[in-house]
């Protein structure tokens, strides 16, 4: 065991199941698809737990409402898609400045607490808001970002494995967890939803056997 293992401390089931990741759910809204140019409107991260048995479940959220940074390109197609008026005096926004570290430290503790040795983030089409996130942190010059900087899992690829379904409405639907497409769109309300198809997967998996890995390796079938 290395000195930085040791320091670390015993793996708890969730650092053990993902090899020291810790898997957090992220969703965004966005002002377009350009995470250059484009305003980062909200973000949500959903933390994680898992019990004795290898469990997984959603634990708690953090939303925070963000100001468009400087010179940011926000599409009105946009606005009207996702139901945000950024006049609205009930956003709260803070910018990006404060509202990232925030919701980083808390991301950090749960790093901590359960022994992993990095976050990793676990989104919808996760590239796209990995993609937003690296962005703001090369923006906004955060030197802690808790997530790996490209690893991420994909609930879209995981759920058309799982289901067959890639749409996050559609992919809930097939896994018996309920959708309201009134609420969609709202950062707050598709983390906690892709959260919850995550932890389904995942307990899925488990319950048919995939995990924990057989203690021998299964030779191949020869003819």
């Given at each position: 065991?290395?000195?930085?293992?040791?320091?670390?401390?015993?793996?708890?089931?969730?650092?053990?199941?993902?090899?020291?990741?810790?898997?957090?759910?992220?969703?965004?809204?966005?002002?377009?698809?350009?995470?250059?140019?484009?305003?980062?409107?909200?973000?949500?991260?959903?933390?994680?737990?898992?019990?004795?048995?290898?469990?997984?479940?959603?634990?708690?959220?953090?939303?925070?409402?963000?100001?468009?940074?400087?010179?940011?390109?926000?599409?009105?197609?946009?606005?009207?898609?996702?139901?945000?008026?950024?006049?609205?005096?009930?956003r709260?926004?803070?910018?990006?400045?404060?509202?990232?570290?925030?919701?980083?430290?808390?991301?950090?503790?749960a790093v901590?607490?359960?022994?992993?040795?990095?976050?990793?983030?676990?989104?919808?089409?996760?590239?796209?808001?990995?993609?937003?996130?690296?962005?703001?942190v090369?923006?906004?010059?955060?030197?802690?970002?808790?997530?790996?900087?490209?690893?991420?899992?994909?609930?879209?690829?995981?759920?058309?494995?799982?289901y067959?379904?890639?749409?996050?409405?559609k992919?809930?639907?097939v896994?018996?967890?309920?959708?309201?497409?009134?609420?969609?769109?709202?950062?707050?309300y598709?983390?906690?939803?892709?959260?919850?198809?995550?932890?389904?997967i995942?307990?899925?998996?488990?319950?048919?056997?995939?995990?924990?890995?057989?203690?021998?390796?299964?030779?191949?079938?020869?003819?």
């Amino acid at each position: 065991m290395t000195p930085a293992e040791q320091s670390i401390g015993p793996k708890s089931p969730l650092a053990q199941r993902f090899r020291g990741f810790l898997p957090v759910v992220i969703d965004l809204e966005t002002g377009g698809f350009n995470a250059r140019t484009d305003a980062l409107l909200e973000v949500s991260a959903v933390l994680l737990d898992m019990d004795e048995e290898g469990r997984l479940s959603p634990l708690e959220s953090h939303s925070f409402h963000l100001e468009p940074f400087a010179g940011a390109n926000v599409e009105q197609s946009a606005l009207d898609f996702i139901g945000i008026d950024l006049e609205s005096p009930e956003r709260a926004a803070l910018p990006e400045e404060i509202a990232l570290p925030e919701l980083f430290r808390k991301v950090r503790s749960a790093v901590k607490k359960h022994s992993c040795t990095r976050a990793i983030m676990v989104a919808h089409n996760a590239h796209f808001d990995l993609g937003f996130v690296n962005a703001a942190v090369e923006r906004c010059a955060i030197k802690r970002n808790p997530f790996h900087p490209f690893s991420c899992f994909d609930t879209a690829s995981l759920a058309g494995l799982a289901y067959g379904q890639t749409v996050l409405a559609k992919a809930c639907q097939v896994a018996g967890i309920t959708f309201d497409n009134t609420c969609a769109h709202s950062a707050e309300y598709d983390a906690e939803k892709t959260a919850t198809l995550f932890c389904a997967i995942v307990n899925k998996w488990r319950a048919l056997g995939g995990w924990p890995l057989a203690a021998e390796p299964i030779e191949p079938e020869t003819e």
